[in-house]
């Protein structure tokens, strides 16, 4: 499943890395993930404060109603084998992989990686880009992407015939709340296209509950509003006490071709 990401050729696994016929050799990490990330940049993805901040954040499980309707949904279409596709820290992935026989957790940040594998002891933690992911064509029959960029040709040639494709992005009014402290003029979030080449719409639902979110600067964080939005605008969630929060989800379920 795994490939060299130098040379292409198959990784195979031995007692403490994984090696391919060219002799390129990757260190099995002590907990358990391997970095086969080719960014030189000493720093990539989340930093260890953001993630420490994430997994504050996502941990309270405001967000689970959400992950329970994307386990429902791996149930429902028999997923075996998982690739989580920019997992971060592993909140969802954990779950997961109680749900299907293999599961694979892939993200840049190697300070994410680190501590979801620390968590998650079930999964296989890699660290790289999803958009030129280290396993050969056909690997999984099943992806879960949670605000992240799409990469539908690379999850094209990852998925098997047929597989199937979670997307989970913002619905229209999710943290709306939010945008009206922060603008004078809040916005909805614009749906994203429905047509991919390599595959076809299944289903497409838009999950939303309202929460009293206590903690509405970490939530900001998690958003790209906090780099889009004025400083003197920020300073408003920082003072806020807690407030009431539209949390809302569109998912879509894709079919490859």
Same mark, same amino acid.
């Given at each position: 499943?795994?490939?060299?990401?130098?040379?292409?050729?198959?990784?195979?696994?031995?007692? @403490?890395?994984?090696?391919?016929?060219?002799?390129?050799?990757?260190? =099995?990490?002590?907990?358990?993930?391997?970095?086969?990330?080719m960014?030189?940049?000493?720093?990539?993805?989340?930093?260890?404060?953001?993630? @420490?901040?994430?997994?504050?954040?996502?941990?309270?499980?405001?967000?689970?109603?959400?992950?329970?309707?994307?386990?429902?949904?791996?149930? $429902?279409?028999? $997923?075996?084998?998982?690739?989580?596709?920019?997992? +971060?820290?592993?909140?969802?992935?954990?779950?997961?992989?109680?749900?299907?026989?293999?599961?694979?957790?892939? *993200?840049?940040? @190697?300070?994410?990686?680190?501590y979801?594998?620390?968590? *998650?002891?079930?999964?296989?933690?890699?660290?790289?880009?999803?958009?030129?992911?280290?396993? /050969? *064509?056909?690997?999984?029959?099943?992806?879960?992407?949670?605000?992240v960029?799409?990469?539908?040709?690379?999850?094209?040639?990852?998925?098997?015939?047929?597989?199937?494709? =979670?997307?989970?992005?913002? +619905?229209p @009014?999710?943290?709306?709340?939010?945008?009206?402290?922060?603008?004078?003029?809040?916005?909805?979030?614009?749906?994203?296209?429905?047509?991919?080449?390599?595959?076809?719409?299944?289903?497409?639902? $838009?999950?939303?509950?309202?929460?009293?979110?206590?903690?509405?600067?970490?939530?900001?964080?998690?958003?790209?509003?906090?780099?889009?939005t004025?400083?003197?605008?920020?300073?408003?969630?920082?003072?806020?006490? +807690?407030m *009431?929060? /539209?949390?809302?989800?569109? =998912?879509? =379920?894709?079919?490859?071709?």
């Open positions: 499943m795994l490939i060299c990401p130098k040379c292409k050729e198959p990784l195979v696994k031995q007692e @403490k890395c994984f090696v391919c016929s060219n002799h390129h050799v990757y260190d =099995i990490a002590r907990q358990s993930y391997v970095n086969l990330s960014k030189q940049k000493k720093h990539s993805g989340d930093n260890a404060l953001m993630v @420490k901040a994430r997994s504050s954040f996502l941990e309270s499980d405001v967000y689970d109603f959400m992950r329970q309707f994307v386990c429902q949904q791996l149930s $429902i279409y028999e $997923i075996k084998t998982l690739l989580d596709a920019g997992c +971060g820290q592993g909140y969802y992935t954990k779950a997961f992989s109680q749900i299907v026989q293999s599961c694979v957790g892939i *993200d840049l940040s @190697k300070e994410a990686i680190l979801a594998s620390k968590q *998650d002891k079930k999964t296989q933690y890699i660290v790289s880009s999803f958009f030129d992911a280290p396993f /050969t *064509d056909s690997s999984f029959d099943g992806i879960v992407s949670i605000f960029p799409q990469a539908a040709d690379e999850f094209a040639r990852l998925l098997q015939e047929k597989g199937i494709w =979670i997307e989970v992005g913002p +619905g @009014k999710h943290c709306l709340e939010l945008k009206e402290v922060l603008y004078q003029t809040p916005y909805l979030n614009l749906m994203s296209s429905k047509e991919l080449s390599n595959f076809e719409l299944v289903k497409e639902t $838009i999950l939303s509950q309202k929460k009293w979110i206590k903690d509405c600067w970490s939530l900001l964080e998690m958003t790209p509003y906090r780099y889009k004025h400083p003197k605008a920020l300073e408003k969630v920082k003072e806020l006490q +807690g *009431d929060v /539209t949390l809302e989800f569109l =998912i879509r =379920i894709w079919r490859k071709k």
